[in-house]
């Protein structure tokens, strides 16, 4: 199991993804056979800077919000807008104050809840430095419901991943570190995360803490593994139940897919096996969501050449399936690397970006290294017929897209690149135009 460091924990305050190509590929899987690809915004026109581990939010009015985890007044990133014309704004700058009380580095995006407010975290700043819970209101005005480590070892969690709002009313998360830090397999004094719920007028609970179990059974670390300060998001399935990964733990350490009632109860879902090479049936999952037809798919960091990742199916009864793995059998993997999360749009087909792979026109990844390529967007289907459909061409236009997209209520898919862009290299704000109608 890899070990947290301070070193890694400090990520959070400075992301940065390997990868960095315009053109498409391949055939198959529904959809538009030649998707358009441009991009929507720059985030370094607002003082922004990488927008992490992010996947944008729309609003009713049709504006998209995100989070970036530098830049600002500040520096400790921000809350930005894009107006349905198009128009970037800033909405909210953290760290206004010595110290970050209001929080710092929100790596993971935001949630709109019933209530019209956005809920969000951070994975820095707050009253212990160890990120916080918020909300925010359309016009930006931001109050702090929880920080993170109010107690000595961090037994409540620490560095939280995104929040869901689940059938209750309430919000569910997982921290990536933090809950037991006594525990020889968990990094001290850090411990390997926990789940929690948080009211929307602040209450929080602690429902489980990882590595509870001997060799870690139940899971450890739900974060991901290039930043292991940012956290995983998780699900409400069909079944009232929530659903996340963590990276490692399990009976392989090559981690699992978990399973936990709104009242904390939880178990292991799927147990990756071993991670032999090749690593034919994936290991250390970073998402996972459930389809339309009821079964569970998702992506792992490693897939049949190892670090380059895989896409996986799970039926409701447990019968895994591994849908696709990023080849990289040619230079530069044309096909992509390192996938981020799937969104099932309204064609039935799931997509995704990668990011690195593609065309290789972007800075290096070392000072000795040749140039690093950019970053892809792909297309699955529920059976794994899958499509590069689009590689980004150069640090000009994008590098190295993050998180999961967005159909919006347009059809149209949105997402980030944590840099890239010509105003400042800060990343962007992309949109793809395949012929999908609105949901």
Partial sequence: MTRLTMAAVTLAWGIALAGCGGAGGGSGGGGSSSPQVATVARLGLIGASIPANMTLVEAPDGDLYGTT????????????????????????QFCPALDCPDGGSPADGLVLAGDGNFYGTTTGGGANNAGTVFKMTPAGVLTTLYSFCAQKACPDGAF??????????????????????DNPVCPEPFGCGTVFK????????????????????????????????????????????????????GGADAGEIFRVTLDGTLSTFYSFPACSSPCTLGAHPTSVTQGEDGNFYGVAQAGANQAEGSIFRITVTGVFTVLYNFSCAQENCPDGAEPNGLTQATDGNFYGTTASGGIANCPPIGPNSPPSPCGTIFRSTPGGTFTSIYQF????????????????????????????????????????SAGLPPP
Avoid: R
Wanted: contains cysteine; hydrophobic residues 35%; negative net charge.
């Fill in 160 to 181: 939280p991943g995104p929040l869901i709002q689940a059938s209750d009313g309430n919000f569910y998360g997982a921290a990536s570190t933090g809950g037991i830090s």
């Fill in 393 to 432: 061409p150069s640090m000009q236009v994008g590098w190295s897209p993050t998180g999961s997209l967005l159909q919006a209520s347009s059809g149209i898919l949105y997402g980030v690149t944590v840099a890239g862009g010509s105003d400042g290299g800060d990343g962007i704000v992309f949109s793809v």
């Fill in 198 to 249: 948080i009211t929307p007028t602040g209450v929080f609970s602690t429902l489980h803490q990882f590595c509870a179990e001997q060799l870690c059974l139940d899971g450890a670390q739900p974060g991901i593994a290039s930043n292991p300060s940012t956290g995983i998001g998780l699900i409400q399935a069909s079944d009232g139940n929530l659903y996340g990964t963590t990276q490692y733990g």
């Fill in 69 to 92: 985890s530098k830049g600002g007044g500040g520096g400790a990133g921000m809350v930005f807008k894009v107006s349905s014309q198009g128009t970037l704004s800033v909405v909210y």
